[in-house]
């Protein structure tokens, strides 16, 4: 929305000082162009001002008025026939796609739907056009050949500036409204630069040379001539038409096979991060510690339990808690899993130097106050207990540590010197046996617990009442239920939006507000919260602990759905 409400203010001062502006070419409608541009100029600035003050103001008045100065822009440029204007049809269509953000299944399929249309006209009467140029090569009658040459003309000033605007328009609003952007991949890049290419040929050369055959095949048939007195006039016209047709047919190709990878810039914005990996140690077997800086300002404040999602080059997200914090940079632990979905190894390929992007920190997982702590750790589950450790300092806590082998045990050596830790390599010592373990524990006791499912359901299931469990997960639980079709109501725009029994509330939202936040979409991260303001949650998410499964202020849209038909967001 930034980058549109920029643009709006840009378009409306160029609006107000077109105003001040004779046009260059005579217009159909000259007594128009005034009243139009100057209410282009106010329905921009207002939208602009709109977007300053709230950038959360209902999307149907958003897109209403970015609809407005977009139809308000080709009317100037087609109906009035403002040649400016008509460049300022590529700053409206843009507007208007990032207005609009990643667009629904419908709206999608209409926009794909006008530009293959769109494209199809163009293709078709370029075709026509080089067949007429064709025809005008050949024939040796100066009067079929001064008839084709006008039909050219007209085709040139008429419908091909049209479907080639229609074309281009909408394929730079699929761009934008698409994870392809513009000029993020080499395919989409060339289309554009193709359909650029032609229309400049089209306003610099083409129209020019073809009105120079049509005056010569004129003066040469009112005076008696020959075609061949035509001389190149006609090879020309044909080039002029047959290149871009050749260009129109390439497009077509690339749309259908989309070869090659990302732009050179593509990859630049895909490397650009938030955060730099300064530093990259060894934790232990297959485990390693990132030392992450910030790239711009300092790092936000976080507490201890926080957690941070990692925006890798290859795109994907992954989280990973907060260890602690040395001069300003986050630390951070990466166990290689090798049968992970591919975060963790891709993580384990970097370098130090790189650029990553973070989101964050959020804390799903805070300290609380309590009389006593007992920290259950396995694996790389200690990660966010170091904090919480060194946050504590004398107080009264325990940490048990479980692992495959002492080898594979991050920061072992470091924890084994308080006595108040207990280390359990599996290869050593059995599990014990957390009923008897946990019935000893002192009235009030948090327990803390982060690591495997297999040790996660041995605490949960020999928790002690007289104790309160907190609990952080890697993987989503298989939680079960019926999955039964509802609506959510999306207060901020007041939208409703029905979500059938095997569609996410989280994707039925993305519909709409594709700017929501996203990130494991399993119910662990806890980057989807959003508030709740009338029906009842049903929490199928990892997130809340056992404790706050009957919250109705909230939920996690991701996995969550509703109990009943309807249910009312702050969305």
Known sequence: ????????????????????????????????????????????????????????????????LGWVQCLLTIALAFVVGDVLVMF??????????LLAGQLGRRPHRALVAA???????????????????????????LDTAV????????FDI????????????????????????????????AKLIISFAILASAFAYVEDSVGAVIEKAEHHALTGGTTDQLGSGGGVVFAGFGLPMLSLFAAMLLSLYKPGGKTRWGRRQAAK????????????????GLTLRPVKGSLPAWEPGAHIDLVLPSGLVRQYSIAGESDGAYQVAVLREPEGRGGSAEIHQLRAGTHIGMRGP????????????????GGIGITPFLPMIAALGDRDWRLLYRGRSRASM???????????????????????????????????????????????????????????????RFAATARSGAAEAFEAVLQRSGVVVQVPAERSLLAAIHDVDPTLDASCEDGICGSCEVRVLGGVPDHRDDVLQNHERDRTDLMYPCVSRAKGRRIVLDV
């Open 410 to 472: 991050a920061y072992a050596a470091e924890l084994e010197r308080d006595d108040r830790v207990t280390l359990l390599p599996a290869d050593e010592v059995a599990r014990p046996d957390f009923a008897v373990l946990l019935a000893d524990v002192a009235p009030g006791t948090a327990v803390y617990c982060c690591g495997p499912e297999s040790l996660m359901k041995a605490v949960e299931e020999a928790m002690p009442s007289h104790a309160t469990l907190h609990t952080e």
């Open 88 to 97: 300022g049809c590529w700053i409206a269509v843009p507007i208007l796609a």
């Open 158 to 189: 008429t419908v091909l500036p049209w479907t080639n605007f229609a074309t281009t328009l909408t394929g730079i609003a699929l761009g934008l409204t698409t994870r392809w952007g513009l000029i993020r991949y080499r395919w989409v890049a």
């Open 147 to 154: 008839i084709v040459y006008q039909l050219i003309s007209y």
């Open 273 to 288: 991060g938030d955060v730099k990996i300064a530093k990259i140690t060894p934790l232990a077997d297959e485990t390693i």
């Open 1 to 64: 929305m930034v980058k549109a409400r920029n643009a709006l203010f840009v378009y409306a001062g160029l609006a107000a000082v077109l105003t001040q502006l004779p046009s260059l070419f005579p217009l159909r409608l000259p007594d128009l162009r005034t009243p139009l541009l100057i209410a282009l100029a106010v329905t921009a600035a207002a939208l602009g001002l709109l977007l300053a003050v709230r950038p959360s103001a209902p999307r149907p008045v958003v897109l209403g």
């Open 362 to 377: 959020r804390n799903k997982f805070p300290l609380v106050d309590a009389p006593a702590y007992l920290f259950i750790a």
């Open 115 to 141: 530009h293959v249309i769109s494209a199809a006209a163009w293709v078709g009467i370029a075709c026509a056009v080089v067949t007429l140029a064709v025809i005008g090569m050949t024939t040796r009658d």
